[in-house]
């Protein structure tokens, strides 16, 4: 889960390789390092802490070169330190740098040290230095040494490589983790993603599975998997540079939280009139695969595995088909069986997710019926390897914790649900009902989103709590888990989320003056047995906030409560609706408490590793 950026060019690559960083940070902010190549010597400078550290250290140490690599780390191997940042260098003569996970790097460390090469880190990525070194030692060139290095390598992996020898030259691969190319006019470039290079060019070659690519100020050479030569399609990003930009907005999540009504609509844009979801939008003949689900295997990680329990109380109370949720991690390590017909659906916001990659690939041996990727990114690997798909068009989400890919996700689920239902039967007159609902969910969201100067006031009854519990019952359970997540990732809060049926059956324990607790009330039928849930906290002593819908008879009439209330917009899309101010709730939280909102300890953004 780290962050690469690489640069061929015919002027002086560090200022590109520090605003490529500084749109990468979201991957990783433990430690930052660059190589460039200077009048034949290779210049590193590695910092701990985040890129304005290093960038600092630039003015103190300048340096320049016109062929450079750099790296953004989020640690797996070794502490976050200046020793164990990226690029790692082999003999003062390649440098590397590298997102993923060796696994096999113990058995090559040892190997490597019998053949004379001396370790300075903890990492795994130093055995690719001193491998490629070796390679080159032997005659061989840089392509052909990095090409036969990652032969060696097990795991996920992707590098740039630089070499003293061999200027105006990087080399690239990619296996598990992703990397790409920009194109620009007697320069090229290497990206973890679109967003570190779309201030240099827009013009973008995704690699592939396998890929080794060269680039030099004028050339791009591919080589695949397979050891052929090839040519990978051009494509141009409509990403926009004011799309990964803060603005006006204190914070990347306040900015991406008010992102969501416009974001929702874009998801929902083209896709539903006249009360029905339109034809083809999950790709040419899928109606012909989805006409035979009879089941559904939703595999997803954190914020997207609450997606997918929204979902699954979706898919079985309104198209009346059975549906499995699993965190994406467990999927692969037990032997999962697979009912005639199931839809395998991976849920993805950045579509390089390895846990759900890993889970995509081992469905393909597991007798589905087919696999339905939702993601955020085009050209991710889960867009490429999956058999159908539906892109949310949430934009870029640059804030660790979560927020519009979550809605857009419900949005795109929701879509999916409806069309299942058709096909299973269900009434048009109840599919145009909640298809009115969906389209009406953006103004909703606007609604929510005028909560914000009282959802700020709550927030400040939570600055000096350690815990929090949040209760949900039904389909509001899952956006309670949400709501307790955002809390935990940005304010360090411990939080947990329990169906608030299961309060008497030991989370009230926990209830005390000092225990704030949340809920969500929607007006349905389960608003009467939370009501009573809530009268259990209340009769402990314990502070309620209390999130209802307008429209639900709830009234807390003691100094023990807090009530807001939420134009939800309908059941159907009140998770939406009531996931917004959950989020507000633990954005001004985090910035009350001081925390670092966008960036929170020990996380990251893109879980490119198992």
Same mark, same amino acid.
């Given at each position: 889960?780290?962050?690469?950026?690489?640069?061929?060019?015919?002027?002086?690559?560090?200022?590109?390789?520090?605003?490529?960083?500084?749109?990468?940070?979201?991957?990783? !902010?433990?430690?930052?390092?660059?190589?460039?190549?200077?009048?034949?010597?290779?210049?590193?400078?590695?910092?701990?802490?985040?890129?304005?550290?290093?960038?600092?250290?630039?003015?103190?140490?300048?340096?320049?070169?016109?062929?450079?690599?750099?790296?953004?780390?989020?640690?797996?191997?070794?502490?976050?330190?200046?020793?164990?940042?990226?690029?790692?260098?082999?003999?003062?003569?390649?440098?590397?740098?590298?997102?993923?996970?060796?696994?096999?790097?113990?058995?090559?460390?040892?190997?490597?040290?019998?053949?004379?090469?001396?370790?300075?880190?903890?990492?795994?990525?130093?055995?690719?230095?001193?491998?490629?070194?070796?390679?080159?030692?032997?005659?061989?060139?840089?392509?052909?040494?990095?090409?036969?290095?990652?032969?060696?390598?097990?795991?996920?992996?992707?590098?740039?490589?630089?070499?003293?020898?061999?200027?105006?030259?990087?080399?690239?691969?990619?296996?598990?983790?992703?990397?790409?190319?920009?194109?620009?006019?007697?320069?090229?470039?290497?990206?973890?993603?679109?967003?570190?290079?779309?201030?240099?060019?827009?013009?973008?070659?995704?690699?592939?599975?396998?890929?080794?690519?060269?680039?030099?100020?004028?050339?791009?050479?591919?080589?695949?998997?397979?050891?052929?030569?090839?040519?990978?399609?051009?494509?141009?990003?409509?990403?926009?540079?004011?799309?990964?930009?803060?603005?006006?907005?204190?914070?990347?999540?306040?900015?991406?939280?008010?992102?969501?009504?416009?974001?929702?609509?874009?998801?929902?844009?083209?896709?539903?009139?006249?009360?029905?979801?339109?034809?083809?939008?999950?790709?040419?003949?899928?109606?012909?695969?989805?006409?035979?689900?009879?089941?559904?295997?939703?595999?997803?990680?954190?914020?997207? !595995?609450?997606?997918?329990?929204?979902?699954?109380?979706?898919?079985?109370?309104?198209?009346?088909?059975?549906?499995?949720?699993?965190?994406?991690?467990? !999927?692969?390590?037990?032997?999962?069986?697979?009912?005639?017909?199931?839809?395998?659906?991976?849920?993805?916001?950045?579509?390089?997710?390895?846990?759900?990659?890993?889970?995509?690939?081992?469905?393909?041996?597991?007798?589905?019926?087919?696999?339905?990727?939702?993601?955020?990114?085009?050209?991710?690997?889960?867009?490429?390897?999956?058999?159908?798909?539906?892109?949310?068009?949430?934009?870029?989400?640059?804030?660790?914790?979560?927020?519009?890919?979550?809605?857009?996700?419900?949005?795109?689920?929701?879509?999916?649900?409806?069309?299942?239902?058709?096909?299973?039967?269900?009434?048009?007159?109840?599919?145009?009902?909640?298809?009115?609902?969906?389209?009406?969910?953006?103004?909703?969201?606007?609604?929510?989103?005028?909560?914000?100067?009282?959802?700020?006031?709550?927030?400040?009854?939570?600055?000096?709590?350690?815990?929090?519990?949040?209760?949900?019952?039904?389909?509001?359970?899952?956006?309670?888990?949400?709501?307790?997540?955002?809390?935990?990732?940005?304010? !360090?809060?411990?939080?947990?989320?329990?169906?608030?049926?299961?309060?008497?059956?030991?989370?009230?324990?926990?209830?005390?003056?000092?225990?704030?607790?949340?809920?969500?009330?929607?007006?349905?039928?389960?608003?009467?047995?939370?009501?009573?849930?809530?009268?259990?906290?209340?009769?402990?002593?314990?502070?309620?906030?209390?999130?209802?819908?307008?429209?639900?008879?709830?009234?807390?009439?003691?100094?023990?409560?807090?009530?807001?209330?939420?134009?939800?917009?309908?059941?159907?899309?009140?998770?939406?609706?009531?996931?917004?101010?959950?989020?507000?709730?633990?954005?001004?939280?985090?910035?009350?408490?001081?925390?670092?909102?966008?960036?929170?300890?020990?996380?990251?953004?893109?879980?490119?590793?198992?």
């Amino acid at each position: 889960m780290c962050g690469i950026v690489a640069a061929c060019t015919q002027r002086d690559v560090v200022p590109i390789l520090l605003a490529g960083l500084k749109a990468l940070e979201y991957r990783g !902010y433990d430690s930052a390092g660059l190589a460039v190549l200077n009048d034949g010597h290779l210049v590193r400078l590695r910092m701990p802490g985040k890129v304005r550290e290093l960038e600092a250290q630039t003015k103190v140490s300048p340096v320049s070169g016109w062929t450079g690599i750099a790296h953004t780390r989020w640690a797996t191997h070794g502490a976050p330190n200046q020793v164990n940042a990226h690029p790692h260098v082999s003999r003062d003569s390649v440098a590397v740098v590298h997102n993923g996970i060796i696994e096999n790097h113990a058995e090559l460390r040892v190997e490597l040290q019998a053949a004379g090469y001396a370790f300075e880190s903890e990492t795994d990525t130093e055995v690719i230095a001193h491998l490629i070194h070796r390679n080159l030692a032997e005659g061989a060139s840089l392509l052909e040494a990095v090409t036969a290095a990652t032969r060696r390598l097990r795991g996920a992996y992707a590098i740039a490589v630089l070499c003293r020898d061999v200027p105006g030259h990087v080399v690239g691969a990619r296996r598990g983790s992703p990397l790409c190319v920009g194109i620009g006019i007697g320069e090229h470039f290497l990206g973890s993603d679109v967003q570190a290079l779309i201030q240099v060019t827009n013009r973008i070659v995704y690699l592939e599975e396998g890929d080794v690519a060269e680039i030099t100020p004028d050339d791009l050479k591919v080589i695949d998997a397979e050891g052929h030569k090839v040519t990978r399609r051009v494509r141009e990003s409509d990403l926009s540079l004011d799309a990964v930009e803060r603005g006006e907005y204190r914070h990347y999540m306040l900015k991406e939280i008010c992102e969501q009504p416009i974001a929702v609509a874009n998801t929902l844009e083209g896709r539903i009139a006249e009360g029905r979801v339109l034809p083809n939008i999950f790709g040419v003949d899928a109606d012909r695969l989805l006409a035979r689900v009879r089941h559904v295997h939703v595999v997803a990680c954190g914020t997207s !595995y609450h997606a997918g329990l929204v979902a699954r109380y979706w898919l079985e109370g309104i198209a009346g088909i059975p549906c499995t949720v699993e965190v994406a991690s467990e !999927y692969r390590y037990r032997n999962a069986v697979v009912m005639p017909d199931t839809l395998f659906l991976a849920i993805s916001q950045s579509g390089e997710t390895a846990d759900t990659l890993a889970a995509l690939r081992e469905a393909r041996q597991r007798g589905y019926l087919g696999s339905l990727g939702i993601c955020n990114v085009p050209e991710s690997s889960l867009v490429r390897e999956s058999d159908l798909i539906l892109m949310t068009r949430a934009g870029p989400e640059i804030g660790v914790a979560s927020t519009k890919a979550f809605t857009t996700q419900l949005a795109a689920l929701a879509l999916l649900v409806l069309e299942l239902a058709r096909l299973n039967g269900v009434a048009q007159d109840k599919l145009a009902a909640l298809v009115k609902e969906l389209a009406a969910l953006p103004r909703v969201l606007s609604g929510t989103l005028e909560l914000a100067p009282a959802i700020a006031k709550l927030a400040e009854a939570f600055v000096n709590k350690h815990h929090a519990l949040f209760l949900g019952r039904g389909v509001q359970y899952p956006v309670a888990m949400e709501g307790a997540l955002k809390l935990k990732e940005i304010s !360090y809060i411990h939080a947990e989320a329990y169906p608030a049926g299961e309060l008497k059956h030991g989370p009230l324990a926990l209830v005390d003056e000092d225990m704030p607790v949340i809920a969500v009330a929607p007006n349905n039928q389960l608003l009467e047995k939370l009501k009573s849930n809530l009268e259990e906290v209340r009769a402990r002593g314990g502070q309620l906030y209390v999130i209802a819908d307008a429209d639900a008879d709830v009234a807390l009439n003691d100094n023990r409560g807090h009530l807001l209330k939420v134009s939800t917009g309908g059941n159907f899309v009140s998770p939406a609706a009531f996931t917004v101010p959950l989020q507000l709730l633990a954005y001004h939280v985090a910035v009350l408490r001081g925390t670092d909102v966008d960036q929170p300890r020990n996380l990251a953004k893109s879980v490119t590793v198992e």
